[in-house]
């Protein structure tokens, strides 16, 4: 049986999602190599959402947490629009 994962444990392996996207080296050219990046991106930003998604309506938690979730949601969001959508 799987270990319960706490929502402050949550919302760090999320961070930690989020700082593994930006460390991802940008390709150099064209083609595969950006399809490829784009992907791995939006996987690890998946991941992040799909961890928080439901700590904003799980009963029990503090308000700060909930609202804490909800940060993290915007920041998942405005880092995958940095990374994808560099211009």
């Known amino acids: 049986m799987s270990r319960l ?4 444990e949550r919302l760090e392996k999320a ?3 989020m700082q593994t996207a930006r460390d991802l080296p940008i390709p150099e050219g064209m083609g ?5 990046y ?3 991106i939006k996987d690890l930003m998946r991941q992040g959402r799909e961890l928080i998604k439901f700590i904003p309506y799980t009963s ?3 308000a700060e947490t909930k609202d804490e979730a909800k940060l993290v949601a915007q920041e ?3 880092t995958e629009k940095e990374l994808l959508h560099r211009g």
């Open 5 to 8: 994962i706490t929502a402050a």
């Open 15 to 17: 961070r930690q999602l």
């Open 32 to 36: 595969w190599a950006d399809f490829s």
């Open 38 to 40: 784009a992907a791995e």
């Open 60 to 62: 029990g938690l503090t």
């Open 76 to 78: 998942i969001d405005r």
